[in-house]
């Protein structure tokens, strides 16, 4: 059963819960001492995400019943003393373009076939599920992980929880939210331009970008076939490491998944960084006038901080980063529209308002320039590499500004503005956005850390390094003055 | 290029910049699209779209242009193109 996600009754009931914001981490050592069931975690966030849903739109679907019945599951497995490891029994969000048994995939559009994907587990899910995960429902997303909301096609839009005036970005909207106002522990992103971290970005927590194939991507609905890949997403780095150990590793029904063995992440998160080589560069990510001084400033703080704990920076310069995002936009829309143009001819008036000149786009470039992107593409890499000889990560902000006022976006901004993410789509390379402060009116603030292919260990290493002697990543926001808005 | 960290103290970052190329658009590149071409593409892509969304596509593919004249001034020699991430790069 799914829950009718225009119920709020339980809004005033569900006010007097004490609401915890547990960690993955916490949560699964509350699960083995006993001190909580996954049924009671479950049937809380369950009932909190329900209530808050109609204000923060977090969900296309909250399957409840059989959220509940994993949850039981989980805890008889417990109690017979079988432990599938530390997501058994916690609650996730899946992100609504990847197949999940027993809920529609809807990748938020009329478009889609409803059939899509019915009745199976994308791989990657399927893993979750064997490890004892239990699955809140399916997470808002951008339609087709493309266009902005658009309330006209019925789905649920968005909104970030710090500020519900402001977008909560894209395109794993939904698992944003969840993760941030509590409603799943954590959840799975897809990000081909930066769909997993800047959602992280603005709604203040964890999300991973990992190397391209390091995730089986069947079973997900397409984007960018050579950009995209599925993420983490939670409020800490070790949580991501947690996700990832059992998301990663090769499977045959994907053409790109990679066949490169999965380290056991949260074991190599032991906060030690002394001799970590950081670059930052600085042209584009760090002097564009596009950049706001406050996250440009809480990105160098959390530098200082991993200098302070034995790490060396340097800033250097990576060449054509502008060109570098160009690239990456370029490919993907073209990609994306090879994708949907036969759709986009015969049924237009189908796709969301803002999804359609997206796409539309991706019809005026020449074959010439997708090739001549793809060119660069090897060249920026080639550039990237060399830098990666004498570092071990780049830092970069997650994004020039913190969250905007949804009023005052525009839906061709993105051609036009900086952006810090696609880079390492284009690179295939892996890349965690994480909390670096708030702004003075209480934003969260971002910040990136990139690293070598498949060294997510790395990137989640130096991540949770900093997450020790900082606590930006387990702030959240005031989500209790929003039942009165969703009652 | 301006040094953002601080110099003294245990925090300090060493400074080794080989400069980027100035990023700027090539001079006196032509404007690529106008209402008739792309009407043109549109016809091309066969989508059959009203004048107001004609409209509304032209507002938005205007903002393509930079980001095109920028990629393809760009002299790739006999660079290949890449169809996905490769590992070998690194």
Redesign the interface.
Known sequence: MSTDLSMNSSAADAASHSHKFLTIADAAAALRDGSITSVALTADIVEKATALNPALGAYVTITGDAALAQAAAADVAFAAGNDFGPLQGIPLAIKDIIAMKGAGTTANSRVLDPAWGAGTDAPVVARLRAAGSVFVGKSTTSEFALGMPDASKGFPVPHNPWDVERTPAGSSSGTGIAVAAGLALGGLGTDTGGSVRGPACVNGHTGLKV???RVPKSGVVPLA??LDSIGPMARSAYDCALLLEVMAGYDASDP?A?DVEVPKYSELLNGDIDGLKIG?P???F??HDQLEPEV?DAV?SG??QL??MGA????????????A???N??ILGAEAYAYH?NN??NR?EDYGNLT??TL??G???TAA?Y?????????W??E??KA?EHYDVLITPSAPSPAQLVKDMD??QR??QPSYTGHWNL??LPAVAIPSGFTASGLPLSMQIIG???AEATVLKVADALQRVTNWHLLHPPVETLYATAA | MSQLLPTDGPAAAEIDLPLSPEVTEPPGAPQLYDAGTLAALLRVADLTLTDEWQQKLLATVNDLEPALHRLRALDLGETPPATAFDARWF
Do not use: C, H
């Open positions: 190397t391209f194939g076939f050579s790109n990679a930052l600085i042209p584009y760090f002097d440009r160098l530098v200082q200098v302070g060396t920076s340097k800033e250097m310069a990576l060449p054509y980063a502008a060109e995002k160009d690239a936009m370029l143009r986009l001819v237009w359609r000149p539309a786009r019809a005026f470039y320039d090739a001549q992107a793809s060119r660069f593409r090897s060249m890499s080639a990237v590499a990666f839906p061709s051609l036009v690179t295939g070598k292919p498949f």
